[in-house]
């Protein structure tokens, strides 16, 4: 009697488990196409040394921060060209500047505790309340703040129409490569 018992416990626990597992699976969001049964994507942020031709990193909404490593190089070098480092500093990627206007390490995400800063208000205004959650959102109210900045943003206001000037690739060229810079800044 209690061997065979302790069997069935044993037969049902395993099914059970089974059926979860599977469940989970079925049930968990795809990255892509096809019908379920997928492993979570690996994100693929790290790969800065990996320098190969391809760039446009998929655009994913929310999850991880991804970035094109090239672009973001690009970035870094406009951001000393231009004279950004003369008023901001970008700790988490190792460039320090002056503190006129405030470090950008999480320019992307609000920048939250950062003196002077004015992104989030910029974001919120613009509909995205929680930047982390849809940072690919976050990336394109960069691009518009950096392209036409609010009238309370005054210095990047004059700042910005010195560059338009200065670069007529501003919009197009400097930047995209600006923002991706700014999205490894902020992974
Ligand atoms: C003369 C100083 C100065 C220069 C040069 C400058 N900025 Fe700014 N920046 C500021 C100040 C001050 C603010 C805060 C908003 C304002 O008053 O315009 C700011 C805000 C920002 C913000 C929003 C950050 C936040 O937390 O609100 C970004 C992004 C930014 N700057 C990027 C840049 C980039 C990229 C460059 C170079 C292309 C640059 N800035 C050049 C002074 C400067």
């Known amino acids: 009697m209690r061997g065979p018992t ?21 049930t968990a969001p795809s990255g892509g196409g096809g019908g379920g049964a997928q492993p979570p994507a690996t994100p693929t942020q790290t790969q800065t040394s990996q320098q190969t031709g391809t760039s446009a990193p998929p655009s994913g909404g929310g999850g991880p921060i991804q970035y094109d490593p090239q672009l ?19 700790k988490s990627l190792g460039i320090s500047g002056g503190n006129v206007g405030p470090d950008l390490s999480k320019a992307l995400l609000g920048n939250p505790g950062q003196a002077g ?24 109210l960069l691009a518009q703040f950096l392209t036409n900045p609010p009238d309370y943003a005054g210095t990047m206001k004059t700042m910005v129409n010195t560059y338009k000037n200065a670069y007529p690739d501003w919009a197009t060229e400097r930047v995209p490569a ?4 700014l999205k490894e800044a902020a992974k």
């Open 178 to 181: 600006l923002v991706e810079m």
């Open 72 to 90: 973001a190089a690009k970035g870094k070098q406009y951001f000393n060209e231009i004279g950004c480092t003369s008023c901001h500093s970008i």
């Open 117 to 140: 800063s004015v992104i989030d208000k910029y974001f919120k205004e613009n509909g995205l309340d929680n930047p982390a959650a849809d940072p690919q959102k976050a990336a394109q």
């Open 6 to 26: 302790i069997a069935l416990v044993i037969g049902i626990a395993i099914v059970v488990i089974a059926a979860a597992i599977a469940l989970q699976y079925l």
